[in-house]
């Protein structure tokens, strides 16, 4: 503890090094890019006026069933904006307007002479006509633990209470050099750090020596020249040091202030924040960036020196933002995907070259599915995940084994270990994964117009109790009941490896919609969209009570053939499934 403040450490995490590897195998359709670009023209007025909507792909049939579309910037439609429009001041809202004044208040109350910089990220949304409730302010004599503790009595003074005030502790061993203090005003979290100036020891890129240092000196060590602009509280003006972060603001172009390779080495991450600030902005990576970001010396102090949660975080980001598939295009471009995604030492069947194309190519035809779907068709968290499995769908059949010999998916390393990211969300992906191949043996029957009864499946019990003409509801009403919510995204994975007759007739990238929404409507007409909440009309302790069982397997064997009823006579009741029950024990007691 330290001025009443908490602390909270970053914890050290060790990474691993990557080798390449694949299976996508099963992937026998050839997804078509239906990105697109909206332009943005530089105008007088202060807000971003769309002038332009440009279809960047025609939807050309492919020879073959299994040819894939290796996406790149050369062909998947994310060409650069030329100009974007710049706000010539920063307006604020009344909330900012109230936390500076509280701030500058504060150097008043105490004769001050510090000087309070807005860094960052909500100096360039600000300017792009964004919102943004990010706000890091820069102090040039004195640091953010200080300040704070000043604002802290200050507000005391006034009758007002200084809320969640805190400390995140700097840790050089994973390229996080600041001590930041933290605060929440008016329902917002502010962030106070120190202006500084590092020196470096040869071989280093840890800093031997830290000082207070200028605005100036503080904005060239910042990651990209948009990231190094100032808004100075103190003078209501913006200040851009480097001399280029407005013009490449309204260039959009993604540039370091200073050699981009010293500035990947002094925090690697920030070759994902130029990939991510890229893709959001849809702004063009510099070439020079370009080239030190896929130099081996960066990508081994990516691996090595940056924590996994930070660049699962930063993925996290990319996979929610507006451009997941341009962001990962960027990473395989600048041959980081394996960096990134990195595998277990073994594995088994080998990744063939190319695997992390066919990933992006997953991704690609998902996120166009999915705006094609309608944004309303899946929730933002079943969007990301859906995204996530479809990246990983070429991994889907790969393995590697634990101390106990046990097979499992590398796809759950890479989750977990590689970008450490919820163990939920592996369960789930691996589930969507599972799951897809349930679906594609259903989807003759779900979506064929004409009668189809049988199906072909080698993943539920016997079925000799349940009806011909019933067994399609049963088998789709048990893989509803394991998905719940997500089964639609399920069958969004299963929809893009389903086989496709592109010859003729509509785009792919339509005929998978189609196909989507015939197995979605068939599903409805089963009356299954909800079937997980149907509750089942006996309990283990009816099926004790009416096969005089005292438990064990043998109970939950009965219940899973009593749902299978229940699915089978949807206007069943419970007295009937008990008869059913007792007849079918009796009838196979007499076989045995």
Not at 99 to 120: M, P, S
Request: charged share 25%.
């Amino acid at each position: 503890m330290r001025s009443g403040l908490r602390v909270f450490k970053h914890k050290k995490t060790h990474l691993m090094r990557v080798s390449l590897k694949s299976a996508a195998r099963l992937l026998v359709a050839h997804p078509v890019s239906n990105l697109s670009v909206t332009n943005f023209s530089l105008s007088r007025s202060h807000t971003l006026t769309p002038t332009l909507v440009l279809p960047l792909h025609s939807h050309r049939p492919a020879k073959t069933l299994v040819r894939i579309a290796a996406p790149s910037f050369r062909n998947c439609g994310c060409a650069p904006m030329s100009t974007f429009q710049v706000r010539d001041r920063i307006d604020l809202s009344d909330i900012e307007r109230s936390i500076f004044d509280r701030l500058l208040a504060t150097l008043r109350h105490f004769h001050l002479e510090t000087q309070l910089r807005v860094a960052g990220g909500w100096v360039r949304d600000k300017l792009l006509g964004k919102e943004c409730y990010d706000i890091d302010i820069a102090l040039d004599n004195m640091m953010g633990t200080e300040f704070v503790d000043k604002v802290r009595e200050y507000l005391l003074t006034i009758g007002e209470d200084a809320q969640g005030v805190c400390v995140i502790e700097s840790n050089p061993d994973q390229s996080k050099h600041l001590e930041t203090a933290r605060m929440r005003l008016f329902d917002m979290w502010i962030d106070f750090v120190n202006l500084r100036s590092e020196e470096y020891t040869e071989n280093s890129r840890i800093p031997s020596k830290q000082r207070f240092g200028t605005a100036e000196e503080d904005a060239y060590r910042r990651d990209l020249t948009i990231n190094s602009l100032f808004y100075n509280i103190n003078t209501d003006s913006v200040e851009d040091f480097t001399k280029r972060g407005i013009l490449d603001l309204k260039s959009g172009k993604i540039v370091t202030p200073l050699p981009p390779k010293a500035t990947f080495l002094d925090d690697p991450l920030r070759v994902l924040r130029a990939i991510r600030f890229g893709a959001r902005f849809e702004f063009t990576l510099d070439e020079d960036l370009k080239v030190a970001a896929a130099c081996d010396d960066v990508k081994d102090a990516l691996a090595a020196k940056i924590s996994r949660e930070r660049i699962g975080t930063e993925i996290d980001l990319m996979i929610s933002g507006n451009q997941p598939v341009k962001a990962m295009t960027y990473i395989c471009d600048l041959t980081l995907f394996w960096i990134v995604f990195s595998l277990p030492p073994e594995f088994e069947p080998a990744i063939s070259d190319g695997c992390e194309r066919l990933c992006i190519s997953c991704l690609q035809t998902a996120w166009n599915l999915i705006h094609l779907l309608g944004e309303s068709t899946f929730t933002a968290e079943q969007k990301r995940l859906a995204l996530c499995a479809a990246l990983f769908l070429p991994l889907r059949n790969t393995t590697y084994k634990e101390k106990k010999a046990k097979k499992i998916p590398v796809v759950n390393h890479i989750i977990r270990e590689s970008l450490k990211r919820k163990a939920k969300d592996a369960e789930t992906v691996l589930n969507l994964h599972q799951a897809s191949h349930k679906f594609l043996s259903l989807f003759p029957c779900l979506a064929s117009d004409e009668d189809v009864q049988v199906v072909d499946h080698d993943w539920m019990g016997d079925l000799v109790d349940v009806p011909v003409y019933s067994r399609v509801r049963v088998l789709t009403g048990f893989l509803l009941r394991e998905l719940k919510d997500f089964w639609r995204v399920a069958l969004l994975i299963s929809t893009i490896l389903h086989p496709i007759d592109i010859e003729d007739g509509p785009s792919l990238l339509d005929k998978r919609r189609d196909l989507f929404n015939t197995v979605d409507n068939s599903i409805t007409k089963l009356g299954l969209e909800k079937v997980w909440d149907v509750k089942q009309l006996i309990n283990g302790k009816d099926v004790m009570n009416t096969l005089e069982l005292k438990g064990g397997p043998l109970v939950k064997e009965w219940l899973d053939k009593a749902m299978a009823w229940q699915l089978a006579h949807p206007s069943g009741t419970a007295e009937d499934c008990i008869e059913w029950l007792r007849e079918t024990n009796s009838k196979r007691a007499k076989l045995q």
